[in-house]
């Protein structure tokens, strides 16, 4: 069974940081080489945030989160990171990791064939 299970998301006051986790088990990791966050605030579509190639390490951030968010991936711990640094409200959502086949533009959400449930960050005024 293939399994994608964040974890990290909190409650944090504006400014500070979180790193999310994405644990991925019953798939060859290697083999869906986009791994990528996506958020979803209330009101609003799923939108991409990072996304990583596990093959090159090639990195792509939205506009939004660049210079304050860092995507990372261990291979032998099947698992995908996301540094968030100086946090603001609007990046209040639910976030998502996903996997991919190929290098996959993180606009292509629907070439995503596996997705987590998703961990909630909340960041306070």
């Known amino acids: 069974e293939v399994q994608l299970v964040e974890s990290g998301g909190a409650l944090v006051q504006a400014g500070g940081s979180l790193r999310l986790s994405c644990a991925a088990s019953?798939?060859?990791?290697?083999?869906?080489?986009?791994m990528g966050w996506f958020r979803q605030a209330p009101g609003k579509e799923r939108e991409p945030v990072s996304c990583?190639?596990?093959?090159?390490?090639?990195?792509y951030y939205a506009g939004a989160v660049k210079g304050r968010f860092t995507i990372s991936s261990d291979n032998a711990k099947n698992t995908v990171y996301l540094q968030m640094n100086s946090l603001k409200p609007e990046d209040t959502a639910v976030y998502y990791c996903?996997?991919?086949?190929?290098?996959?533009?993180?606009?292509?959400?629907?070439?995503?064939?596996?997705w987590g449930q998703g961990t909630q960050v909340t960041v306070s005024s």
């Open positions: 996903a996997a991919a086949e190929g290098w996959i533009s993180c606009n292509q959400q629907a070439a995503f064939a596996f």
């Open positions: 019953g798939f060859t990791f290697e083999r869906y080489t986009t």
């Open positions: 990583t190639s596990n093959s090159d390490s090639s990195r």
